[in-house]
């Protein structure tokens, strides 16, 4: 069954159909909401709202774009909603929250090169963290995600201009932000 049909009988109340949309698209909307939030508990939670309210909106759902980047433009809005809502009552900065990362070390003994990558991906995570929203979401949509220019102007709803050059912009930034952290010999990196 194509996934129009499937969406047709979804909106018209079936929720095997819907179940079959949710299994397609589940991991993805848990990986953006991962790869922004950086907290497993709360991306699962922001992921299962994103189908709570692409359920109740699916009937208004028009098929002027896919039904991933309708969904997408919900992930990313339900992100957006959740950082504000955080920052009001946290009032605590990215450099704040960075310090204090809640990713936990593995206390089982691996490889160097292995702890070497694990640290680097840390730094890197950290380094995107610290960008601006809408600088970490486009390069989260694009680079992490996989996304195309052109689903990424219907999620964001900018000209594939704003694209091109926010993507490039947050590109220079993560490497400029990747520059300046220390490498394992207490040196700096280089790009």
């Known amino acids: 069954m194509d996934e129009k049909e499937l969406i047709r009988q979804a909106a018209e109340g ?13 991991t993805k909307m848990f990986s953006l909401a ?69 990713i936990q070390e593995d206390e089982v003994v ?19 963290q610290a960008l601006p929203e809408k600088h970490r979401t486009i390069l989260t949509l694009r680079d992490i995600q996989g996304v195309s220019y052109k689903e990424i102007t219907g999620i964001l709803n900018i000209s594939p201009g704003t694209v091109d050059s926010r993507l490039y912009r947050a590109r220079r930034m993560l490497r400029k932000k990747v520059a300046c952290l220390p490498s394992q010999k207490g040196g700096r990196h280089e790009m």
């Open 14 to 26: 079936s929720e095997d159909a819907f179940g079959v949309l949710v299994k397609k698209y589940r």
């Open 110 to 128: 691996i490889k160097e090169e292995e702890l070497e990558a694990e640290r680097r991906k840390k730094l890197l995570q950290r380094a995107i």
């Open 34 to 102: 991962y790869s922004m939030i950086r907290n497993l508990e709360t991306a699962d939670d922001i992921a299962q709202e994103v189908f709570i309210k692409a359920y109740i909106y699916l009937s208004k759902f028009k098929y002027k774009s896919s039904f991933g980047t309708w969904l997408y433009r919900i992930a990313v809005n339900t992100v957006k909603d959740h950082l504000r809502k955080e920052s009001r009552i946290n009032k605590i900065s990215f450099d704040e929250r960075l310090a204090s990362p809640d």
